[in-house]
């Protein structure tokens, strides 16, 4: 059985510069058995340099690699207990 190469290239990890700092990041899919602990496949990115370790903590999973790619670039602040914000929401 041939793999097409749409398929064969489709979960290949993406590395890139972020435009404002210099950092490099790396988009990659982790399934199911490898998604550090936080459940269900997706996609992730960290910071990371082609050929080195990861410099800190993946962040994710993301449904799209686009979405994983944009959180990379222009992350969002994170809220963890919403209910300080007044929303009454957990």
Do not use: C, K
Not at 2 to 28: K, M, Q
């Amino acid at each position: 059985m041939t793999v097409s190469s749409d398929r064969r290239h489709r979960f290949e990890p993406l590395f890139d510069i972020h435009p404002v700092t210099g950092a490099s990041i790396e988009v990659f899919y982790a399934d199911g058995l490898a998604t550090f602990s936080r459940g269900g496949a997706g996609w992730f990115w960290w910071y990371r340099r082609r050929g080195f370790a990861p410099t800190g903590p993946a962040h994710g999973p993301f449904a799209t690699t686009y979405r994983a790619y944009r959180d990379a670039l222009y992350p969002r602040p994170r809220v963890h207990n919403r209910t300080f914000l007044g929303l009454g929401l957990q």
